[in-house]
């Protein structure tokens, strides 16, 4: 089990002047028989570099939190990387880092540095226009090839929907446009019709590839390209208007193609406005929207007699932790929706799916994986961390101590199983399985963000709900490992960059009571229009629930509507100024 040579992807077969995989099996094999010392020299070589860098990585001295400085160093090196023309930060390939653009859009609510929410809210209007966004179905593909968002890598994946879903909410409560906020609903759609299982929990991914109409032969993304044939069929004299809002051309309309997968297909992206198309077509603006508005539903149906791809139906803990966090926050924030409940619903189904299937409450151990009646795998810091924060979100839309109470053991257990004392920080592995020969550390925030920045924010949260110091001192341990120069590096570590915003800001508790109704709604409106990432937020209902509730969280047994009307509490470490009854008076403060 000593690893002795690597990769990060193989194709099936030689392409791209990469060998196959079965060729890269081959000469492993051969290696192994024909000079089974030098493997073995070589894996020893290799494990004691790996072991020596681990030993590097551990902090000699404490060093104090880094400065507010920092942050605003750190969206300084996202300013240097930005894409003006296109969005996003570099060039191609570009994958939606939503950790990115939330430590961005954190950074503007401590610093009111206005270029951090730009690039951000530029961004993921980009990419909401783009190819990487499926405008059909809903949701978002794995990344783009291409710098323009055009051409995606067609897989789908669970952890992505869930994070884009909180970076377009919060876009939306930052900039005040609703468009970012139908972007996290149309996400949120695809996941309940496509990726929900039937008690509620969510599936993994969906594959890239797909059997091509009519073949017996798969190709990347031949569920979703169409060609111009087809839409001129399906529109008759109405196709030139479809053409030109996704950009559809008799050649093909990928800029990115090397392969030559996309030669007279075409994926839809948002290529022309509505004014534009009446100007081209000599159309009203009026007849333009009643195609469009119904474009969308024929298009979906055409494709949908097509051969979908492979879903991947496990279910994994940590993924489903953010997508729980998603539908909960959406649910407190979109609050005029009438789909508000169904979202609260939809978190409240999967974390009891979850309870039954991957939690033992008796052993209080979590498993990684649930797929056909079985779960398996222990599971990783990053499992109890992402679950964490899910329950975390769905407390603070729900109002129901369950959530928390799980929260908090969670935690508990995850801090005896992955704390490390000496140096601080948090390990990937328990530490218990022998055949794991590195216990390590993971800092980088990429697809999915590092368990470290998930635990760090939760615990921030804990202690803000709680009281208690513990969670904050660890927090802090835990920011302290970075050092000083932490704006450094926001670039690989946004959203632990995004922590330290947090430590920096002004924490504040928002707690609003009363019965359901148009009092209550009205304070609720007023916190959801803004951006406050530093703020616990509550709504009770009287009654049972809040004394239950109160019993675990004392400072909220005090609070009680004012003249039988809602009223809204804000607080700051837990000292809270006059409660107000009026939107108006909660918008003043």
Request: net charge negative; hydrophobic share 40%; glycine share 8%.
């Amino acid at each position: 089990l000593h690893p002795f040579f690597g990769g990060t992807y193989f194709p099936p077969t030689s392409r791209w002047g990469r060998p196959g995989f079965s060729e890269v099996l081959t000469h492993l094999a051969t290696a192994w028989k024909d000079d089974p010392a030098k493997v073995r020299t070589a894996a020893a070589g290799l494990l004691t570099q790996l072991r020596e860098t681990v030993a590097s990585a551990a902090l000699p001295t404490v060093v104090p939190v880094a400065p507010v400085s920092a942050v605003t160093e750190g969206v300084s090196h996202f300013t240097k990387a930005y894409d003006r023309r296109n969005g996003g930060f570099g060039g191609a390939p570009k994958f939606p880092r939503p950790s990115e653009l939330l430590f961005l859009l954190d950074a503007w609510a401590l610093t009111h540095v206005h270029e951090a929410r730009q690039m951000t809210v530029d961004t993921l209007r980009a990419m909401a226009l783009g190819g990487i966004h499926d405008h059909l179905g809903g949701g978002f593909h794995r990344y783009s090839v291409d710098a323009e968002w055009r051409v995606p890598h067609f897989e789908k994946m669970l952890y992505d929907q869930s994070q884009l879903v909180l970076a377009n909410l919060a876009a939306s409560q930052a900039s005040g446009d609703p468009f970012y906020a139908s972007v996290a609903e149309d996400t949120l759609d695809y996941v309940r019709h496509d990726l929900t299982a039937s008690d509620g929990a969510f599936y993994s991914a969906e594959d890239a590839d797909s059997l091509v109409p009519g073949g017996d032969v798969k190709s990347e993304g031949a569920f979703y390209v169409f060609g111009t044939a087809e839409i001129d069929r399906l529109f008759g004299n109405d196709a030139p208007i479809v053409r030109r809002r996704l950009g559809l051309e008799d050649a093909g309309n990928a800029p990115s193609d090397p392969h030559g997968e996309f030669r007279g297909l075409n994926i839809p992206y948002v290529a022309q406005s509505v004014d534009e198309i009446a100007a081209r077509t000599g159309r009203s603006a009026e007849e333009v929207l009643q195609v469009l508005a119904d474009m969308r539903g024929r298009m979906y149906e055409a494709r949908s007699d097509r051969p979908r791809p492979h879903l991947d139906d496990k279910v994994i803990t940590a993924w489903n932790g953010l997508m729980i966090g998603a539908f909960a926050r959406t649910a407190r924030v979109l609050v005029d929706s009438p789909r508000r409940d169904e979202w609260r619903e939809s978190a409240v189904r999967a974390a009891r799916s979850l309870k039954r299937t991957v939690w033992n409450d008796t052993g209080r151990t979590l498993q990684r994986r649930f797929r056909a009646g079985e779960a398996a795998v222990d599971a990783f810091c990053e499992d109890y961390a992402c679950l964490a924060h899910g329950l975390i979100e769905l407390f603070q839309a729900t109002g129901d101590a369950e959530w928390l109470d799980w929260a908090l053991t969670l935690t508990e257990v995850q801090t005896q199983k992955f704390w490390d004392e000496t140096d601080g920080g948090w390990f990937s592995t328990t530490g218990e399985d022998p055949s794991v020969l590195l216990r390590l550390k993971e800092d980088y925030d990429g697809a999915e963000p590092a368990a470290a920045s998930v635990t760090v924010r939760n615990l921030m949260v804990l202690a803000h709900l709680t009281g208690d110091h513990t969670f904050m001192d660890r927090a802090k341990r835990s920011l302290e490992r970075y050092g000083t120069e932490l704006g450094r590096v926001a670039r690989v570590m946004p959203y632990m960059v995004s922590n330290l915003a947090a430590w920096h800001a002004r924490a504040s508790q928002i707690v609003i009571v009363g019965a359901p109704g148009e009092y209550r709604l009205a304070l609720e409106r007023v916190v959801a229009g803004r951006y406050l990432p530093f703020a616990v937020q509550l709504t009770l209902t009287p009654g049972a629930g809040q004394d239950a509730l109160a019993g675990r969280l004392p400072w909220l047994a005090a609070m009680t509507p004012v003249d039988s009307r809602a009223a809204a509490y804000v607080c700051a470490d837990f000292a809270c100024q006059r409660p107000v009854t009026t939107a108006a008076e909660l918008e003043r403060l």
